[in-house]
C-alpha cells in the first residue's frame, strides 16, 4: 500500500489493458467508494467531529470554564497518574514476556501467549466486577484489608489495577511476533563476543524493538486513559477522587451538563488523535521495523 | 521462585546461550498470575461456589434473560453488518486509489484510539430525536437512539476496525494472476470475484467477524448513552451486572457474568470450528 504511492502514473497506463480482468467496471468501483466512504462518515467520522461540534457550542469561555471546573482538573490528574503507573508496568511485562517467548524454545509457549491475550476477550465491565469479587466486602480479602486501613476498591489503587488488566496484552502482542521475526541471532552474536545479557539487550535487542515498542505503549497509552467500563465497576465515582476523565464525561452528561461532558470529551478525542497521528507516522516511517503483519 | 523456574525450565526448554530466561518468563507468569489469572478465577470459583439451584434462578429470571438476549442478538447483528461493510471497505481501501486515501484509512483506526465514552455520548447526539441523522430518521417517524437500534449503532461503531483490519492484509496478499488466469478462462467479474476472490478471504472474513463479535458481547462504555437501558428492552448484560454491583447483589453479577463468559466461549468455539473448516475448504488464505 505504502508502495503504491510512489508509483509513477505510468505503471497504471501500462496496466490498462488488463483492467477489465482485475477491476471492476468505472461504475461499480464508484459505487462501492461511495458505499465504503458513505459508511466511514456516519459511523466513524460524524461522532468525531460531532465531539468538538458540541464542545464549542456555548463558545471558547464555556469551554475553558468547564475545563478549569475543579472535579474535571481533579479527574485529567487522575487519569494521567493511572496512566502513569499502569503503562510503564504493562511495558516492562510487555517486554519480558517477549523475550521469554520469542529467544527461547520452550513447552507451553502457545498456551501461554493465549493466555496474555485473555484480557481482550473478557468484557471490561467483567474485568472491574474481577476485582469487585476479589477486594470487595464480601470476599475473603475484604475484611483484612479493611482492618488494616488498606483501600483498593473504590479508591486509587483498584483504578489503577482495573486499567492494567485492561490494558494488559497491548505491549506484548506487538513485541512477541516481530521478535519473533527477528530471531536470535543477534542476541547469540553479542553474548558470544562477551556481551553481558544487559549490554545484549540495552545495545542490540532494544534498537530493534524501539519503534514496535513505542507502537505497543501508544496503543496501551490510549486505552489506558479512556477506559470506561473496568474502571467505573470500581471507581465508586468520588467526585474530585476516583473519578477519571472518562468517568467524569459521563457524570457530567448524566446531570444534563452536555456542554462540559463534551469539554471533557474533546481533550480525550485529542489523545485519539494524537494517537492515530503518530502511530500513522510509525506506520508510514518504520512499518517494516513495526510488526510482522505490517509489510 | 525464579531459581525454582529455571531449573524447572531447563529440561522444559531447549538449550540456549541467551541469559535471562528464568528471571524473564518468571516474572511473566507471576505478573499475570497476579493481575489477570488469580482475579479471573475468582469469578469462577464464585459462580461455581453458587450451586445449581441458584444459578438456574438467576439464569432464567425473565429480566437477564432479555439483557443476555439484547446483548448477543445486537452484537450478531452489528458484527454481519460489520462483516458486510469492513470487507467491502478494505476492498476500497486495497483496490481503489483515491485523494485523501491515507486519512480514510487511519479513520479506520479510530474506535481503537476514541475512548467509549465519548464515541457513546457522541453516538448518542448524532442519532437522538434532534441530532443530525436522528432528526432526519424522526422526519420518517423512525426513532434510532434510545432503541435497540441504537445498540447496533454503537456495536457497529466499535466492531468495524476488528473486521478491516483482518481481512485488509489478506486482500493485499491476494496474487491478481489468479484473477487474470480466471478472466482468460472467460470468467467475468462477478464469477471471480464470488468463486475466486471471496472464498480466499473467508477465513479471514471469518476471524474478522469472531473478534467483531466477541468484542461487541463485553461493550459497554459506547452502548449505555445511547441504549436507552429500558430493563426488557433496550437494557445489555453488561450493564445489568453494574447495576446488580450496585446492589451490591454479588451473586447475581456473578452469574450474569458466569453465563456470559460460558455463551461467548461456546460462540467463539463455532466460530473457530468454522474458520478451520472453511481454511480446509477454501484452502489459501489467513
Same mark, same amino acid.
Given at each position: 500500500?505504502?508502495? @503504491?504511492?510512489?508509483?509513477? =502514473? ?10 477489465? #480482468? ?5 461504475? &461499480? ?6 458505499? =465504503? ?16 461540534? @458540541? ?16 472535579? $474535571?482538573? #481533579? ?5 494521567l497518574?493511572?496512566? #502513569?503507573?499502569?503503562?510503564p ?8 514476556? %517477549? ?14 501467549? $493465549? ?25 475473603? +480479602?475484604g ?26 496484552p ?16 543477534? @542476541? ?17 535487542? +532494544?534498537?530493534? /524493538?524501539k *519503534? ?21 465497576? &470500581? ?39 494524537? $494517537?492515530?497521528v ?18 | 521462585? =525464579?531459581?525454582?523456574?529455571?531449573? #524447572? ?19 511473566? +507468569? ?12 475468582? &469469578? ?76 457513546? !455520548? ?9 441530532? *443530525?441523522?436522528?432528526s ?37 496478499? /491476494? ?18 470475484? =464470488? ?6 478471504l473467508?477465513?479471514a ?11 461487541a ?22 450493564l445489568? !451486572? ?18 456470559? +463468559? %460460558? ?13 478451520? *473448516? ?9
Open positions: 500500500m505504502a508502495i @503504491e504511492a510512489f508509483l509513477p =502514473a505510468a505503471v497504471g497506463h501500462s496496466m490498462r489493458p488488463m483492467r477489465k #480482468a482485475t477491476t471492476e467496471r468505472a461504475g &461499480v468501483r464508484l459505487l462501492l467508494m461511495v458505499i =465504503a466512504l458513505a459508511f466511514l462518515g456516519f459511523f466513524l467520522f460524524l461522532p468525531l467531529v460531532m465531539v468538538f461540534v @458540541e464542545a464549542f457550542r456555548n463558545g471558547m469561555s464555556a469551554y475553558w470554564t468547564a475545563l478549569a471546573e475543579p472535579d $474535571t482538573v #481533579a479527574a485529567i490528574r487522575l487519569t497518574t493511572v496512566a #502513569a503507573i499502569a503503562v508496568l504493562n511495558l516492562i511485562f510487555g517486554v519480558a514476556a %517477549a523475550w521469554a517467548i520469542a529467544k527461547f524454545e520452550f513447552k507451553g509457549k502457545a498456551f501461554l501467549i $493465549t493466555l496474555i491475550d485473555l484480557p481482550f476477550s473478557v468484557s471490561p465491565v467483567i474485568a472491574g466486577l474481577v476485582y469487585v469479587l476479589l477486594f470487595g466486602a464480601g470476599s475473603a +480479602l475484611p483484612w484489608l479493611k482492618s488494616h486501613g488498606i483501600e483498593i476498591l473504590f479508591a486509587v489503587p483498584g483504578i489503577v489495577l482495573a486499567t492494567i488488566f485492561v490494558t494488559f497491548f505491549v506484548a502482542r506487538e513485541l512477541i511476533p516481530l521478535m519473533q521475526e527477528q530471531g536470535t541471532g543477534d @542476541e547469540e552474536a553479542a553474548i558470544s563476543l562477551g556481551a553481558s545479557g544487559w549490554q545484549t539487550f540495552w545495545y542490540v535487542t +532494544l534498537p530493534n /524493538i *519503534w514496535g515498542l513505542l507502537y505497543g505503549v501508544l496503543l496501551c497509552n490510549a486505552r489506558a486513559m479512556g477506559e470506561f467500563g473496568a474502571v467505573s465497576v &470500581v471507581s465508586g465515582r468520588i467526585r474530585g477522587l476516583t473519578t477519571t476523565m472518562p468517568l467524569q464525561v459521563e457524570i457530567l452528561y448524566n446531570e444534563y451538563n452536555a456542554g462540559a461532558a463534551f469539554a471533557v470529551a474533546s481533550l480525550l478525542a485529542m489523545l485519539a488523535l494524537v $494517537t492515530l503518530l502511530k500513522g507516522i510509525l506506520e508510514y516511517r518504520f512499518g517494516d521495523s513495526i510488526a510482522a503483519r505490517k509489510h | 521462585m =525464579a531459581a525454582a523456574l529455571s531449573s #524447572a525450565g531447563w529440561r522444559m526448554k531447549k538449550p540456549s546461550v541467551i541469559p535471562g530466561f528464568g528471571r524473564t518468563l518468571g516474572f511473566t +507468569l507471576a505478573y499475570l498470575s497476579l493481575i489477570v489469572l488469580i482475579p479471573l478465577s475468582g &469469578v469462577i470459583w464464585r459462580s461455581a461456589s453458587l450451586g445449581w439451584a441458584e444459578l438456574v434462578a438467576i439464569a432464567s429470571d425473565e429480566r437477564t434473560r432479555q439483557a443476555l438476549k439484547v446483548s448477543f442478538g445486537a452484537s450478531l447483528i452489528a458484527a454481519t453488518i460489520n462483516v458486510v461493510f469492513g470487507t467491502i471497505v478494505a476492498w476500497v481501501l486495497v483496490r481503489y486509489r483515491f485523494p485523501g486515501k491515507r486519512v480514510v484509512d487511519a479513520v479506520v483506526d479510530l474506535p481503537f484510539a476514541l475512548p467509549t465514552a465519548v464515541a457513546g !455520548i457522541s453516538l448518542t447526539a448524532i442519532y437522538a430525536h434532534n441530532g *443530525w441523522i436522528g432526519l430518521a424522526a422526519s420518517f417517524g423512525i426513532k434510532l437512539a434510545f432503541t435497540p437500534v441504537g445498540i447496533v449503532i454503537a456495536l457497529i461503531f466499535i466492531g468495524l476496525p476488528f473486521v478491516v483490519r483482518t481481512v485488509q492484509p489478506v486482500m493485499e496478499e /491476494i496474487d491478481k494472476e489468479v484473477e487474470e488466469a480466471a478472466a482468460t478462462l472467460g470468467a467475468h467479474r462477478l464469477q471471480i470475484v =464470488a468463486r475466486v476472490i471471496l472464498p480466499g473467508m477465513p472474513i471469518l476471524t474478522g467477524y469472531a473478534l467483531a463479535f466477541a468484542r458481547v463485553g461493550e459497554y462504555g459506547s452502548v449505555i448513552f445511547i441504549a436507552g437501558n429500558i430493563p426488557y428492552v433496550s437494557e445489555i448484560a453488561p445489568l !451486572i453494574v447495576i446488580r454491583l450496585e446492589e451490591y447483589n454479588y451473586a447475581g453479577a456473578t452469574a450474569i457474568a458466569a453465563m456470559m +463468559l %460460558a455463551i461467548s466461549f461456546a460462540m467463539l468455539l463455532v466460530i473457530n470450528l468454522l474458520q478451520a *473448516w472453511s481454511r480446509r475448504r477454501f484452502g489459501h488464505g489467513d
